[in-house]
Structure formats: structure tokens, C-alpha cells
């Protein structure tokens, strides 16, 4: 079978890049292929020794695989299936409240609308119903324990809304699922510093959920960033504050606006322009994926 | 990078033990394919922070994507590169990524008599600048298979076209790209 000049062209790369010859000895194999080869040959060793990506730096090769998991993993957490799709929930600790959750709901008329609720997001109907069934379950709550557990579910559930809204467009209606965010961080670490426990559940997902807003806000429109911002900046301040606790910090000692810090999370945000958040030089685990510039030139279409 | 260089488990069935709740699989997977996807997206922005970045996001996607995957007669590899792709232009819409050209060539050596190093330098900045010119098919062939260095039958899986197909579609893009260096 005759050989065209893109099959000798390709072979020749491969015998190139694979180190089996140089192209001046490729040209010598293929003479009556030379005229034309030579100068395409030249123009990609060009190309490659100009572009040619130095690959991923040992730092990240380290870091990147836990960060990735563990976002993988509060994924998995975030998104577990509400009760009506998977009945096995009730037979866990919470299960103690359901016989409540029954009555209320059937107090409201329909056991449906109460399940059909948890999917429920900010502007929907039953948003309502969803985050009234989690107050009651605070009030039936027994332990201060069970209350810093049920605000850092609460926070998550915030999380998952906000993504969910923000990749259905609706971001107008993200605000009270960035409030109730803050105000279930900012309960709950009150209550797991004041009462110890639950701490490294809330590191965990606190990292988690910075790293789940910040890609969120690598795809978010402008109008979302402030609030995502705020939202983002406060996953970081709880962080600090689990921190400063462990360090033997007393909550009390804790300088304000750490654990009280209630001004409104979409308003109040333009004070820190996204992109501003700083990059650890080190990409450790204040860094997260899709937390890049935002230098917003909509015109700047790229290639694709 | 092939589906092969790992004979404890394929893809497949890393896949599938992802898709059973096991979540090391996936961190097989992303030991797997992070250096080749990196680098892909590394010849796709200026700052290796952002080819960081995005290189997370890229395989968060993909894991949160897993569950619905299905394998329709491609590798892993080819739905990877086609998520970095769309994670790309969402990147492009959102950032300012145009590159300055004196930023990407790399120096000219020092040895070179000014004027050869000039001829030089000005020579590859016309590569450079003429690859941003080409059809878009055609700057993601020469990336694959001259930048990156990826097998023809690895191109041709990732770009979805016959091997035959990229062999001509190497050739064209070559010859476009030299003539718009020379022209």
C-alpha cells in the first residue's frame, strides 16, 4: 500500500518523540519524502520545545490527591439521598426524632409535602416546610451535642442548595441559602466550642465546603460572587476559629467577629472584590481548586 | 498514560468499584490520569496555578458525574479530556487568558549572537502566534500529538476520528502552520 506524506509524517514524529532517530536521520530514511517533510518536522520541533508543559510540581502532586478526595468525599456527604428515597436514614440516631418529624408533618396535612420538601430550594414552595422541619428537630434535640451535629447538617444542606441553584441559573434566590450557611456555622461552632466535640466534624466539612464554593464561584456569573465570597470567607473564619479552639483558645478569648458575625452575607460582601482571596504559596489546603483570578473580560472568548 | 499501564485494575473496573460507593477507586483513577489531563490543560493557560485548579475541578466533575457514566466504545481518558475541554471554555469565558507571547517563549540562549538570537526569538514568536491562528481542529491536533506527545491512536480516541484521520489531519495542520509562519 502506497504511502501518503501524512502517514511518513507520522511516522517520523513517533520516531522522533520515541528517541529511535533524529530528524535529520528521518529524512535520510525517507529521501524522496525530504522536501516536504523537512520543513514540517522543523516547525514542530519548534512548537514542541516552545510549549512543550512542564507537568504538575511536586508540591501539588502531594497535596492535590487529599484535597481531591476529601472534597470527593463531603461531596458523597452533601448529596446523600433525602429519607424518601432512602427509608435506611431512619433507623440512624436521628431516627429518635421522626416520631416527632410524623406528627408535625401530619399536622401540616400531608406526609408527602413534608418528604416532598427536602429537595426543596430558596424560592421554591416547600422551602418553607423544609427549613421549619429543621428548626423543630432542633427544639426535640436532647443534647447540645445533637444541636452542633444538626447545624453542621444544616450548613451542608446550604451548601448543596447553593450549587444547585447556581447550576439551574437561579441565582437570585441563593441569599437565604448563604444566610442560613453562616448562621448554621456560626451556631454551631458556639455550641461545639462551648461544649467540646464535633470539632473535627466541622474542620472537615468547613474545608470541604471551601472547596465546593470556590468551584462553584470558578463558574458562578457576577452577580452570585459576592455573596459566595462572604459565604467562602466565613468557611475560612470557622476554620480559624476550630483552630484557635484547639490551640487551648477559650471561646471567649476568641477576638470578635469569629463566631459573631451576623451582617448580611450578600450586601455586605463588596468589600472584598472576588479574585482578592490570596494564594498559599504552598497550594496547602487554603488553596481550592476553581479559586482563580477573576479578572472578568467576558470578550475574551478563547479558542474553544 | 494508556488504559493499560496499570495491570491491577482497569478502568472499568475502577469505574465500577467507584460506582459501588468505593472511594480509593477513585484515587487510582486520579493517580492515573493526572499527569496527562494536567499537562493538557497546562498548553491551555499561562499560570500553573490555574492549570491547578482546574485540573481539580476536572476530575471533581468527572467523580460527580460517575455515577451516570457509561463506557460507549471510548477510554476513560478521551471522557476526561473532553470534561477538561468544556471545564476550558468555562474558564475562557470567565477569565482573561490572553497570553503574552513574550511570556510563553522561552529565552533565547545567551550564547547566540544577538542577531542570530533575535532571528530566533522573532521565529518562534511567529510559531506561537501563527498556532493561535489556525482552525481550531487543527491547534488541538498539533497540541496532542506535537506539544504533548500523545500516540496517534490516543489523539484519535480523545478527538473521536480514526487514526488515519488524525494522520491527515497532522499533516494539513503542519502545513498550515508553516505556511502562516512563512506567509
Keep these: 500500500m502506497a504511502r501518503t506524506d501524512a502517514d511518513v509524517l507520522d511516522y517520523c514524529l513517533l520516531r522522533i518523540q520515541s528517541g529511535e532517530a533524529t530528524l535529520d536521520e528521518c529524512l535520510e530514511e525517507n529521501p524522496s519524502y525530504a522536501e516536504v517533510l523537512e520543513p514540517l518536522l522543523r516547525v514542530a520541533a519548534t512548537t514542541r520545545a516552545q510549549l512543550a508543559p512542564s507537568g504538575p510540581s511536586e508540591a501539588f502532586l502531594a497535596h492535590s490527591p487529599i484535597r481531591v478526595m476529601n472534597l470527593a468525599r463531603a461531596r458523597v456527604k452533601a448529596k446523600a439521598p433525602s429519607p424518601r428515597r432512602r427509608p435506611i436514614l431512619l433507623l440512624q440516631p436521628a431516627f429518635r426524632l421522626a416520631g416527632i418529624f410524623l406528627a408535625i408533618t401530619l399536622l401540616i396535612g400531608s406526609v408527602g409535602v413534608a418528604y416532598a420538601s427536602g429537595d ?33 447538617e444544616h450548613a451542608n444542606r446550604r451548601i448543596g442548595e447553593v450549587e444547585e441553584l447556581v447550576r439551574r441559573g437561579r441565582v437570585g434566590d441563593i441569599g437565604p441559602a448563604l444566610e442560613g450557611y453562616e448562621h448554621a456555622i456560626q451556631k454551631g461552632l458556639e455550641i461545639a466550642a462551648e461544649h467540646g466535640g464535633a470539632l473535627g466534624d466541622f474542620e472537615v466539612a468547613l474545608g470541604a465546603h471551601e472547596q465546593v464554593l470556590s468551584s462553584i464561584m470558578s463558574a458562578a456569573p457576577e452577580q452570585a460572587l459576592p455573596g459566595l465570597t462572604r459565604a467562602l470567607e466565613n468557611s475560612r473564619q470557622g476554620r480559624d476559629v476550630v483552630e484557635q479552639i484547639r490551640g487551648g483558645q477559650h471561646p471567649g478569648d476568641l477576638p470578635p467577629g469569629l463566631l459573631r458575625k451576623t451582617p448580611d452575607p450578600v450586601e455586605d460582601a463588596t468589600d472584598m472584590p472576588p479574585g482578592q482571596q490570596k494564594k498559599d504559596e504552598a497550594r496547602g489546603r487554603d488553596q481550592a481548586p476553581g479559586q482563580i483570578r477573576k479578572t472578568q473580560t467576558p470578550d475574551s472568548s478563547g479558542s474553544d | 498514560m494508556s488504559e493499560t499501564d496499570n495491570p491491577s485494575a482497569s478502568d472499568a473496573e ?75 471554555a468555562d474558564h475562557y469565558r470567565t477569565q482573561d487568558v490572553r497570553v503574552a507571547l513574550e511570556q510563553v517563549a522561552e529565552p533565547i540562549s545567551d550564547e547566540l549572537d544577538p542577531e542570530d538570537a533575535y532571528a530566533l526569538q522573532e521565529r518562534v514568536l511567529d510559531v506561537i502566534n501563527s498556532l493561535g491562528n489556525l482552525r ?8 496532542l500529538r506535537v506539544v504533548l506527545e500523545l500516540p496517534t491512536a490516543t489523539t484519535a480516541m480523545w478527538m473521536d476520528r480514526s487514526p488515519g484521520a488524525i494522520r491527515v489531519l497532522l499533516h494539513r495542520a503542519l502545513v498550515a502552520l508553516r505556511e502562516d509562519v512563512d506567509g
Aim: include cysteine.
Design chain 1, 120 to 152: 426543596a430550594l430558596p424560592g421554591d414552595n416547600l422551602y418553607g416546610i423544609k427549613r421549619g422541619l429543621e428548626r423543630a428537630a432542633l427544639v426535640v434535640s436532647l443534647s447540645e451535642a445533637g444541636d452542633a451535629g444538626l447545624f453542621l
Design chain 2, 14 to 88: 475502577l469505574i465500577f468499584r467507584v460506582q459501588s460507593g468505593e472511594m480509593e477507586a477513585f484515587g487510582e483513577l486520579y493517580s492515573r490520569y493526572l499527569d496527562p489531563i494536567y499537562r493538557y490543560i497546562q498548553t491551555r493557560v499561562d499560570e500553573a496555578a490555574d492549570a491547578e485548579d482546574l485540573c481539580e475541578v476536572v476530575f471533581l466533575r468527572t467523580f460527580e458525574a460517575l455515577d451516570r457514566y457509561e463506557e460507549r466504545g471510548h477510554p476513560f481518558s478521551a471522557y476526561l479530556y473532553q470534561v477538561a475541554r468544556n471545564q476550558l
Design chain 2, 136 to 143: 481550531e481542529d487543527y491547534q488541538e491536533v498539533i497540541r
